[in-house]
T-cell receptor, first 112, second 112 residues
């Protein structure tokens, strides 16, 4: 069974520092990997989707890499801001129906 | 364009009561999903639908039923609520099985 792990569970950084968030998965047979952001009491907002054939995706200050063979993905957020404070979730698609398997998330606090 | 909406936002039930959660999307998406989010457990898939009139079981389907009579709506039913069903329920939709999933704001359910 696919297991998705995000370490650390919580992270605090000063404003301006780059954020590095890790996601690992046990079964490399994935279709894609998605990174989401969740603010307290809110739904999930999709940040990036990386197809299994891709190595990375970029959007503004965000860059996500994917190494299927080692079962890892990393989300980089450049020059962090207090508005980046949220919980970040990664999820992998493990079948052709698009079902997502989520990690437990990393709670990020960016201090001014 | 409202995206994905969920009704109600919050509900308190007594054990044994029934209720229906409504998810609606205005993006003409084929695929729709119901997840529950519990502390320490992450998000887990309850049921999903790959098109109007279709439904299938996810990871934790027991105690829930679903229906997709119209393409834009996906209903989640609890026939006899139990305290173990206290959770935050999220609906999501996507255009295709390997595409980005868009989430609703969630329904917070408390079963006493």
């Amino acid at each position: 069974k696919q297991e998705v792990t995000q370490i650390p569970a919580a992270l605090s950084v000063p404003e301006g520092e780059n954020l590095v968030l890790n996601c690992s998965f046990t079964d490399s047979a994935i279709y894609n990997l998605q990174w989401f952001r969740q603010d307290p009491g809110k739904g999930l907002t999709s940040l990036l989707l990386i197809q299994s054939s891709q190595r990375e995706q970029t959007s503004g200050r965000l860059n996500a890499s994917l190494d299927k063979s080692s079962g890892r993905s990393t989300l980089y957020i450049a020059a962090s801001q207090p508005g980046d404070s949220a919980t970040y979730l990664c999820a992998v698609t493990t079948d052709s129906w698009g079902k997502l398997q989520f990690g437990a998330g990393t709670q990020v606090v960016v201090t001014p | 364009n409202a995206g994905v909406t969920q009704t109600p936002k919050f509900r308190v039930l007594k054990t044994g009561q029934s209720m229906t959660l409504l998810c609606a999307q205005d993006m003409n998406h084929e695929y729709m999903y119901w997840y529950r989010q519990d502390p320490g457990m992450g998000l887990r898939l309850i049921h999903y639908s790959v098109g109007e009139g279709t439904t299938a079981k996810g990871e934790v389907p027991d105690g829930y039923n679903v229906s997709r009579l119209k393409k834009q709506n996906f209903l989640l039913g609890l026939e006899s609520a139990a305290p173990s069903q206290t959770s935050v329920y999220f609906c999501a939709s996507s255009r295709g099985q390997q595409e980005t999933q868009y989430f609703g704001p969630g329904t917070r359910l408390l079963v006493l």
